[in-house]
């Protein structure tokens, strides 16, 4: 069987997107982490929060083999993911004005947490909203997405502002407005987004160095294990039962 040329040319871009984002938000990453290390270190929860397709990233730490334990997802109800109907409904709630407030205002998070948010235009309502609210709250941000955006659209937030501008650390996921990274002939309109693949190892890069961090305190980060290995679910016991105070995907 023949290769495809147009599959070869996306993994050739999505590996080119993130030997970038490897070089050019190194310092980012570790600040990042840092971070983390930081509000576990302290007794504080973990909270990261997208919209749509951004949620994929968000969802990718969460309770999951190799992630810590304490990294919650923020729901927002019609938001996350695609599986309300109409799905168009997730994309039009992201623009409602006070959404946000509302939604930080009934959730568990407090001051001395931390929340990633990750939008990869940042320039709806809902993500602008929920950094300028988190922060207000006492909680640190850190914001991921493509800082392109800002200056080659236009906020929807009343302010003129991104997510970018409120946030305390950035990663730069590099991604080209419109979310694609191919063309080709006989195909109208660009295709083959990879902005799931380079937010989801900014976000991973970013556990990673939050866990070289705790061991370098003298604190074991508090990782789940694979449920599929002997062993697994017994650790995740342990490690819930320490931590149930701060994982909120249980109740």
């Known amino acids: 069987m023949s290769e495809s040329k147009l599959a070869g040319q996306f993994f050739d871009a999505a590996i080119g997107l993130l030997q970038r984002v490897r070089d050019e938000e190194s310092a980012h990453v570790a600040a990042a982490g840092t971070a983390v290390a930081d509000t576990v270190a302290a007794g504080g929860r973990l909270f990261a929060f997208g919209a749509g397709h951004s949620?994929?990233?968000?969802?990718?730490?969460?309770?999951?083999?190799?992630?810590?334990a304490v990294m919650n997802l923020l729901t927002v109800p019609g938001v996350v993911g695609v599986d309300v109907m109409p799905a168009t409904l997730g994309s039009a709630l992201e623009r409602v004005d006070g959404l946000a407030g509302a939604v930080l205002d009934s959730s568990p998070a407090r001051a001395?947490?931390?929340?990633?948010?990750?939008?990869?235009?940042?320039?709806?309502?809902?993500?602008v909203e929920m950094a300028m609210n988190?922060?207000?709250?006492?909680?640190?941000?850190?914001?991921?997405?493509?800082?392109?955006?800002?200056?080659?659209t236009t906020s929807r937030h009343l302010t003129g502002t991104y997510l970018k501008d409120h946030c305390d650390i950035v990663l730069d996921s590099k991604i080209a407005v419109g979310d694609a990274e191919l063309t080709a002939d006989g195909?109208?309109?660009?295709?083959?987004?990879?902005?799931?693949?380079?937010?989801?190892?900014?976000?991973?890069?970013?556990?990673?160095?939050?866990?070289?961090?705790?061991?370098?305190?003298?604190?074991?980060?508090?990782?789940?294990?694979?449920?599929?290995?002997?062993?697994?679910?017994e650790w995740n016991g342990r490690v819930m039962t320490e931590y149930g105070d701060r994982i909120f995907y249980r109740h």
């Open 55 to 68: 949620s994929l990233a968000a969802q990718d730490v969460v309770y999951r083999a190799g992630g810590f």
């Open 112 to 127: 001395g947490d931390l929340l990633v948010i990750i939008s990869l235009s940042g320039r709806n309502a809902l993500p």
């Open 134 to 152: 988190a922060r207000a709250l006492g909680l640190k941000v850190i914001g991921v997405t493509s800082v392109a955006y800002a200056t080659e």
């Open 187 to 233: 195909i109208e309109a660009p295709f083959a987004p990879a902005s799931t693949v380079v937010t989801s190892a900014l976000m991973q890069a970013m556990m990673a160095a939050a866990a070289e961090e705790l061991v370098e305190r003298g604190i074991e980060p508090p990782l789940l294990r694979s449920g599929n290995v002997d062993g697994g679910t």
